[in-house]
Structure formats: structure tokens, C-alpha cells
């Protein structure tokens, strides 16, 4: 039996949103700061939406 496939998360940790765009956890909040980069909080955690990480990259890949 094959075991499903997990579906891609919707958020992610700060230093896993630094670690998936290749950025130092300083230069995340800066994004964040002036919102380039879309938070959620639950709780007391903060979390990056990955469309936003993804969207970040294609604004940016476009503007080359």
C-alpha cells in the first residue's frame, strides 16, 4: 500500500521561510516590515503564508 502524499504546508516557521528563499532570519523581517512578506499569527507563533514566499519570488524573478 502506497502511503498518501502530504500536502504542501500553508505556512511555514520564520527560520523555514528564511531557509526556503535563502535569506538570513534578519533580512525575512525586513520583508515582513514592509510587507513584502504576509504573517499569520496563531497564538503567540508567527507563521509566513508560502503563497506569499512563492508570490515574493515571482514579483521579483519578473522585475529582471
Known sequence: ???????????VKINDAARMIGVGRTKLYELIATNQIEVVKLGKSTRVTTASLNALVTRLHASE
Do not use: G, L, N
Not at 1 to 11: H, L, Q, R, S, T
Open 1 to 11: 500500500m502506497i502511503a498518501p502524499v502530504p500536502p504542501d504546508p500553508i505556512c
